[in-house]
């Protein structure tokens, strides 16, 4: 079983992923923007193998989220969800621990994109 941390302002898409992602038997946290995600870090990063983070949130955006994640839990992956092209990104995706998602999306796709990350 993995575990995934949820970053998303918007609670209807969470509790989707959440119960696709937990029925493909994964353990799902979730959180509400990029501070929660980071205090959730701070005390579960050795258990969390994926962040599934969207880019344009309140406080600390799914791009500031990513930086942390790669200077302090560089062992874990990071998936951006985002309606903006993959050009806003200024070439993240790029690197091995980061992939991109467009909205919308079907949850079926997200979650074989997920399998797929978490397998490489």
Known sequence: MK???????????R???????????HKVI???DG??????LDTQADNIHL???DIVMPNINGT???SHIQKHYAHIKVMFMTGFSAMALNGTDDHPHIKTVSK??????IVK????????
Do not use: C, W, Y
């Open 104 to 109: 919308p999306f079907h949850l079926n796709d």
């Open 30 to 32: 979730e959180a509400s």
């Open 64 to 66: 500031e989220l990513a």
């Open 51 to 53: 962040v599934l983070t």
């Open 35 to 40: 501070e929660d995600a980071i205090a959730i």
């Open 3 to 13: 575990h995934i941390l949820v970053v998303d302002d918007d609670s209807a898409l």
């Open 15 to 25: 509790g989707f992923l959440k119960k696709a992602l937990t029925k493909n038997g």
């Open 113 to 120: 994109r997920v399998n797929i990350m978490l397998s490489q």
